[in-house]
């Protein structure tokens, strides 16, 4: 019997279970590198367009006639109004607004379906701006390896003056946006001046303070996190995305192996990390699509850059679908590194499919609900009519033996005239109605006069004269008819009465 064979033989104490991995982690400040090429120069285009629109569109005036904002783009509080150029939204049609979010969700997963995170990599306000305070940095502090010297060597002069000079731009850049938005909900002009001599209210300071505080620490100092951790959009844009999204993507199949540019057998991958080094969540794009890659591109910038350097094709990480990194990869790596398993690997790639059934799915809903909203607005009617019965008491027994039902009417006119509308009361024969403050007209109808872009409020009594007898609960229709004797709006209701 061995040795090994001995019963005697003890056991080997089994290893302990590896510690379980911190819930928390200190974040690793990433310092991404400045780099050009086409994507970058394609985000500068989109990111001045986004700021353009954002710091100037309250400043738009657009011509309402006397007495309305001559703002283009205005959330009027005050007088619970919406307006955009043309459009005027009221507190009754706040569906529109739904409509526009439901547009907008629609939107964002049709262009992530086409294009990835498209959305995230070139529009969002907080990669726009963070954009915008890397800039500041870089000019201020210098790229990459400056930056990095910069944190680490200790406090001295040069440091507290680049810092400060960095916050300091931060925080008027985060000025300007906090500034930008109270003026959504003022008339930006008036605004200006009362905010500068200390005249606007409370409300404003605060939103002014609110907006720039967190433009300051989401864009300086959160950065990357807030795409990691705090928005919820990555988690579930992966189920938008399908074998035909163009997404950036490593072609792994021509850069691996990775070696130096003049050793033999390797791929055209460098690995320079040139890549990571711009990347602004600092995630190596190599290891495939990840949570944190907000698909920027930059990497792509970056690595085309380096490749031109050595005379190799571009293209080394791309906006590819995942299909045609399949295709390619299966014909070319059976070949060894080199421009005919480069040849191989592009030809087996297919033309990018836009259209196909989830993208028709999208964008038929998109069509769909725009062609709704659109329809809804043209047809909207200018004249709503809204009927209240008082509830207490139900109804009164009047000293005659007459039984009276009131109603509180309320006239609401989307247009810039005054209407003088006569009401008639469709019921039962017999009903007769008074509403208080009202004139009549030559037929002795009540006269309702309409407030130009506004709501008047009237109170009707309908009564049923002693010996009328009615139901307990009947229905009534009020009809306002205009100067052509034409129905301008209706609206039913019920009287209500004893049980007989
Ligand atoms: S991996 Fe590339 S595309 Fe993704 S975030 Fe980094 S630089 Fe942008
Ligand atoms: S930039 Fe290109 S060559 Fe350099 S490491 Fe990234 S993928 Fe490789």
Partial sequence: MSKLDSPDRVKPAAPPPPAPAPLYANRTR?????????????????????????????LLRWD???????????????????????????????????????????????????????????????????????????????????????????????????????????????AATGGAWIMYFNDALAMTRDFFTLRASGTVYFFFGLFTATTYLLAGWAREQVCTYMCPWPRFQAAMLDESSLVVSYRGWRGEPRGKAKAAGVGDCVDCRACVNVCPTGIDIRDGLQLECIGCGLCIDACDDIMARLDRPKGLIAFET??????????????????????????ARTPTRFLRPRTWL?????????????????????????????????FVRLSDGGIRNAYALKLASKTRETEMLSLVLDGPAGLQMLVQD????????????????????????????PGLRLPENIPVTFRLIDAEGRIAVSEASVFLGPKP
């Fill in 30 to 58: 990433i310092y991404p590198k400045a780099v050009t090429g086409t994507v970058r120069r394609a985000k500068w285009a989109i990111l001045a367009l986004c700021l353009g629109l954002y710091y100037t569109v309250p």
């Fill in 64 to 174: 309402r006639g006397p007495a309305l904002p001559n703002q283009a783009v205005l959330v009027d509080m005050q007088n619970a109004r919406l307006f955009f150029f043309w459009i005027e939204i009221w507190p009754q049609e706040v569906y529109y607004l739904t409509g526009l979010l439901v547009l907008g969700a629609i939107g964002l997963f049709a262009a992530t379906s086409l294009f990835g995170r498209v959305w995230c990599g070139f529009a969002c306000p907080q990669t726009v701006w963070t954009d915008l305070f890397m800039w500041v940095e870089r000019r201020i502090q210098g790229d990459r390896n400056e930056r990095m010297r910069l944190d680490k060597q200790n406090w001295s002069r040069e440091k507290l003056l680049k810092k400060g000079a960095t916050h300091a731009a931060w925080l008027a850049i985060a």
């Fill in 322 to 347: 995942f299909a045609n990194i399949a295709a390619s990869e299966a014909a070319a790596k059976p070949l060894p590194p080199g421009p005919a398993r480069l040849a191989c690997g592009m030809q």
């Fill in 362 to 394: 999208y964008l038929g809903v998109l069509g769909l609900v725009a062609g709704i909203m659109a329809g809804s607005y043209m047809l909207r009617e200018t004249l709503s009519l809204a009927v209240i019965r008082e509830r207490a008491p139900l």
């Fill in 438 to 465: 009202a004139e009549a007209d030559a037929q002795g109808r009540p006269v309702l006069v309409t407030r130009p872009d506004g709501i008047t409020q009237w109170r009707a009594l309908v009564t049923a004269p």
